[in-house]
């Protein structure tokens, strides 16, 4: 069974403090691994996209890398507006293309 | 902007009342997944329309029916809520079935209540 763990489940940061959220994921084949942001209230906004190990994407202060086991979301130098739940979500091979998401990490960013 | 919008944002109902979720899309995309979210879980797949060909999921409860009479409209019926139905309801869509680059695009949500 596909599955996606993420640590830490919240993490608090000063505005500044560079850190990074962690994706641990089981599947049989990986076709594609997905980062969200999702705000309270609303539905997740998609990120990254990541296709093979060593593959890494960058927008503004963030930057998503793959292993073949994991992946990493890098937040430099976060702003209090960075304060949302990441969301790391699967896409396994062989046709389907139902996403396995894990919980999330809750990132709280204080001024 | 193309988007995917649900209506009503907010629902309440009473136990067992029928209740039903609306979602378009002005994306043009083939696919389009009906996702339930509880407080502080992971969104879990209830079922997605490739096209007009439903799709279930095995452990989706036969009180959750779908309807999609056109590409820019999903439906979401819940036959007869219960307590532990209440949480937010997420539709996305997705351009294409096993195209590349294939993200799914979600929209606001529908946070259900039931009382």
């Known amino acids: 069974e596909d599955q996606v763990t993420q640590s830490p489940e919240a993490l608090r940061l000063q505005e500044g403090e560079s850190s990074s959220l962690n994706c641990s994921y089981t599947?049989?084949?990986?076709?594609?691994l997905f980062w969200y942001r999702q705000d309270p209230g609303k539905g997740p906004e998609f990120l990254f996209t990541l296709y093979s190990a060593g593959e890494e994407k960058e927008k503004e202060r963030l930057k998503a890398t793959l292993t073949k086991k994991e992946s990493f979301l890098h937040i430099t130098a976060p702003k209090p507006e960075d304060s949302a739940t990441y969301l790391c979500a699967v896409q396994a091979e062989g046709g389907s293309e139902k996403l396995v998401f894990g919980k999330g990490t809750k990132l709280t960013v204080n001024p | 902007d193309a988007m995917v919008i649900q209506n009503p944002r907010y629902q309440v109902t009473q136990f067992g009342k029928p209740v039903t979720l609306s979602c378009s899309q002005t994306l043009n995309h083939n696919v389009m997944y009906w996702y339930q979210q509880k407080s502080s879980q992971a969104p879990k797949l209830l079922f997605h329309?490739?096209?007009?060909?439903?799709?279930n999921e095995a452990d989706t409860p036969d009180n959750f029916q779908s309807r999609r009479p056109n590409t820019s409209f999903c439906f979401l019926d819940i036959r007869s809520p219960g307590l532990g139905d209440a949480a937010m309801y997420l539709c996305?869509?997705?351009?294409?079935?096993?195209?590349?680059?294939?993200?799914?695009?979600f929209g606001p949500g529908t946070r259900l209540t039931v009382l």
């Open positions: 329309y490739y096209d007009k060909d439903f799709n």
């Open positions: 996305a869509t997705s351009r294409d079935w096993g195209a590349s680059y294939n993200e799914q695009f």
């Open positions: 599947v049989s084949g990986l076709r594609g």
